[in-house]
């Protein structure tokens, strides 16, 4: 059984950085296309950034495009998200997912970790 858990998040001032990360268990990551979402209260659950099987190809959402950097370590079946120049409006809760196939529904989602940008 797969399962992902998040670490990392935090409370930070904003224009300051964090670096979640995201651990696969129960199966090989370099199966898995991996995404970064994110829900803040009241609002839907958004992709934030994916990332391919080999890393060669990350994909940003517009507000996370020069801001957010998503990578992976195949070799510690970890996906890393670099997140820079925080802003309040990135407050929610970041969530892990993984799909095996491109396009596709991502089948495995992580518990959450929480994020709070505020002064």
């Known amino acids: 059984q797969v399962q992902l858990v998040e670490s990392g998040g935090g409370l930070v001032q904003p224009g300051g950085s964090l670096r979640l990360s995201c651990v696969l268990s129960?199966?090989?990551?370099?199966?898995?296309?991996m995404g970064w979402h994110r829900q803040a209260p009241g609002e839907n659950r958004d992709l934030v950034a994916s990332i391919s099987w080999s890393g060669n190809t990350p994909h940003y959402e517009d507000f996370a495009q020069g801001r957010f950097t998503i990578s992976r370590d195949n070799a510690k079946n970890t996906v890393y998200l670099q997140m820079d120049l925080l802003k309040p409006e990135d407050t929610a809760i970041y969530y892990c997912?993984?799909?095996?196939?491109?396009?596709?529904?991502?089948?495995?989602w992580g518990q959450g970790t929480q994020v709070t940008v505020s002064a």
């Open positions: 997912a993984a799909r095996l196939t491109n396009p596709g529904a991502y089948e495995y």
């Open positions: 129960g199966g090989i990551l370099e199966k898995y296309w």
